[in-house]
């Protein structure tokens, strides 16, 4: 091989080395990526994963409040149901009014009326209060 052949192949080689090196200059940027995207995406799987537990957590709160709401108001509506009602009401309003139970005399107001009656037969002129 003479020298201008000589000079090719070295210059080929030196060629050929260059861009072996910048290869492996990619290929080890690559892998620093590689690695600093792996660590990115397993810190956000962790974030997600505890977002996650969080909202399941406030899932099951919600469904545990729902599900007390859900028995007080069954408790309202059976208490309710034996309530009375307005109309109920006004009905008894109008039997009170139609019976004035006020204008009824009690046992007492009877026993002082008929003592006193007894003691106007004995003689005495006593009138009775209305």
Same mark, same amino acid.
Request: glycine share 2%.
């Given at each position: ?11 080929l080689?030196a060629d050929?080395?260059t %861009?072996? @090196?910048?290869? =492996? =200059? @990619?290929? %080890?940027?690559?892998?620093e %990526? ?13 974030r997600? @994963? ?5 909202? &399941?957590d ?9 599900e007390?709401?859900?028995?007080a108001v =069954?408790?309202?509506?059976?208490e ?12 008894l309003?109008?039997?009170? &009014? ?12 009877? &026993? %002082?009326i008929?003592?006193?009656m007894? &003691? ?5 002129i ?5």
């Open positions: 091989m003479d020298n201008q052949e000589l000079g090719a192949v070295s210059a080689l050929f080395s %861009r072996m @090196n910048d290869l =492996e =200059e @990619n290929m %080890r940027l690559l892998k %990526r590689m690695t600093i995207l792996s660590q990115t995406i397993l810190k956000q799987n962790d997600l @994963n505890k977002e996650v537990t969080f909202i &399941k406030d899932v099951s709160t919600l469904r545990d409040d729902i007390r709401l859900k028995e =069954e408790h309202i509506v059976s309710s149901a034996e309530l009375a009602r307005k109309e109920e009401l006004k009905v309003e109008n039997y009170m &009014k139609m019976f004035e139970p006020m204008k009824y005399a009690t046992e007492d107001d009877v &026993k %002082r008929v003592s006193k007894m &003691k106007g037969k004995r003689g005495e006593i009138e009775v209060e209305e």
